[in-house]
């Protein structure tokens, strides 16, 4: 490639995953001198603990732009969002725009370079809940539609992508880059994190709960089975709740508060990603709604009950530590009680989870271009 251009890649992230996600790909793609990447914050995340903390923790480099979003509603954010990159996309004209996950940010950017004819990776593609009440779920159908490359994690993934009539020479199974930023942060957050400490918790004598999902918590009747189904798991162990910050909104307008201290559910400000790793890493079980730590209790061995009637990721159940519970009081209450006795899933890593991911994205990207000049 010596006097040839070099492949300039814009990476896109908005939310607190695609943080941990795009962390070891802008790191592989440092090894190749060919790729010249550059990374724009969405800004539709932007707490310091939703954001600054994530770029801390994972050491991602500052963004070469932020958008400065913010909230609003989906058709607001992802427009915003599309308008702001699309300007910068204009000016920088990339080879590649490569987005993560199945944000808001995600569809918005992929959109954006898409119709400038861009070409588009898609990392993590493929995964399908089959529910598209989730705001998550047509984030996902519709980037992969239009991405060039899709990335993927399990191979159900391709399955769904070839119902959908995609190409399989556009399909690469990589692996997790979700599990890259684990393996690599494991022993820092050991060493580092003090949450244990400082919540006064030993290890395995503790449940963790996240819950933030909109389908969970915009609703102030689902909200309240929520926490009824958790406080089934609080009757036998206690339960740290870092909280979301839509979640905290919700929590106080619906006048749940007391609900969730009744419950002893012990609820604390959201945690940076070594100390939720750490937390994660030496709790007896988790219970969450999100996608993300359902991999990542997998990879840690630790069960996890996802509190969703379906999962996008259902190699972590037949293969992982998941077991899909819903909202229900009895299954949480039955499945607790058999972690407590020793019986919960052991579960072995799925294909690929090995820490290597980003790097086999970057190899793909090059042969792929370098075919091309
Ligand atoms: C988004 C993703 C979800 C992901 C989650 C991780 C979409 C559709 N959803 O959900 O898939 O699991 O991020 O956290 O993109 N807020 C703050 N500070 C922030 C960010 C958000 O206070 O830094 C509050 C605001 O009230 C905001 C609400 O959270 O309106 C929702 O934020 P939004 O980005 O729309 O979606 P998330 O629920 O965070």
Redo the contacts with the bound molecule.
Sequence with gaps: MKNRKKIRIVCAV????NFVKIAPILKAFQRYPQIQATLVHTG????R???DAFFRDLKIPRPAVELGIG??S?AW?TGKIMAAFEEYLLKWRPDLVLVV??????LACALAAVKLHIPVAHVEAGLRSFNRMM??EV?RLLTDQISDYLFITSPEAETNLRREGVRPEKIFFVGNVMIDSLKKSAVLAEKRSRVLQELKLKPRSYAVLTL???ESTDDKEMLGKALEAVAAAAERIPVVYPV???TA?RIEEFGLTERLRSASIRAIPPLGYLDFLKLMTHARLVLTD???IQEETTVLQVPCLTLRNETERPVTVTEGTNVVVGLDRGKVARETAKILKGKGKKGKIPALWDGRAAGRIARVILRRFARRR
Excluded: C, F, I, L
């Design positions: 908005g939310a607190r995953p539709q995340h932007y707490d603990a939703m954001s909230s609003g989906h954010q996950g199945d944000v808001n940010s995600t705001p998550e984030n933030h999902r909109p979301h910050p839509r909104k999100s996608g993300g």
